[in-house]
C-alpha cells in the first residue's frame, strides 16, 4: 500500500506559477514511477506528467510541456511539479499516482495508488 497526499494548489491568475508535491508513505517510493494527472470539471482525467522511478526519465502531455516540470526526491519520499505560465484551461483537480512498473508512462491503467488530489485554479 502507498499512501498519496497532494499539496500546494490554489488560486492563481493567468502567466502565474505553482508548485505542487505529492509525499508518499507505505512501501518503497523509489521503487515506482510518479506521476501527475488532473481532471477538471466535466471532463476525463488526462496525464500531465509522469518520471520514472529514478527520475532519469520524464514524460509529459503536449498541452504542458515547456511550461511544466517534473521532478523527484527520492529521499524525501516527494514528486514535484513545477507549472510555470498557467492559463486557464489548466484548472483541474491535481492527482499524483503511483506506478510500480516503474518507468514513467502516460497510461493511466499503469497507475495503482492515487492521492485525493489538490484544486488548482487559474483566473483570467
Known amino acids: 500500500q502507498v499512501l498519496l497526499v497532494e499539496s500546494g494548489g490554489g488560486l492563481v491568475q493567468t502567466g502565474d506559477s505553482l508548485s505542487l508535491s505529492c509525499t508518499a508513505s507505505?512501501?518503497?517510493?523509489?521503487?515506482?514511477?510518479m506521476g501527475w494527472f488532473r481532471q477538471a470539471p466535466g471532463k476525463k482525467r488526462e496525464f500531465v506528467a509522469a518520471?520514472?522511478?529514478?527520475?532519469?526519465?520524464?514524460n509529459y502531455a503536449d498541452s504542458v510541456k515547456g511550461r511544466f516540470t517534473i521532478s523527484r526526491d527520492n529521499a524525501k519520499n516527494t514528486v514535484h511539479l513545477q507549472m510555470n505560465s498557467l492559463k486557464p484551461e489548466d484548472t483541474a483537480v491535481y492527482l499524483c499516482?503511483?506506478?510500480?512498473?516503474?518507468?514513467?508512462?502516460?497510461?493511466?491503467?499503469?497507475?495503482?495508488?492515487w492521492g485525493q488530489g489538490t484544486q488548482v485554479t487559474v483566473s483570467s
Open positions: 518520471i520514472s522511478w529514478g527520475g532519469g526519465n520524464t
Open positions: 507505505g512501501r518503497t517510493f523509489s521503487n515506482y514511477a
Open positions: 499516482a503511483a506506478d510500480k512498473y516503474g518507468l514513467g508512462y502516460s497510461q493511466e491503467t499503469l497507475y495503482e495508488y
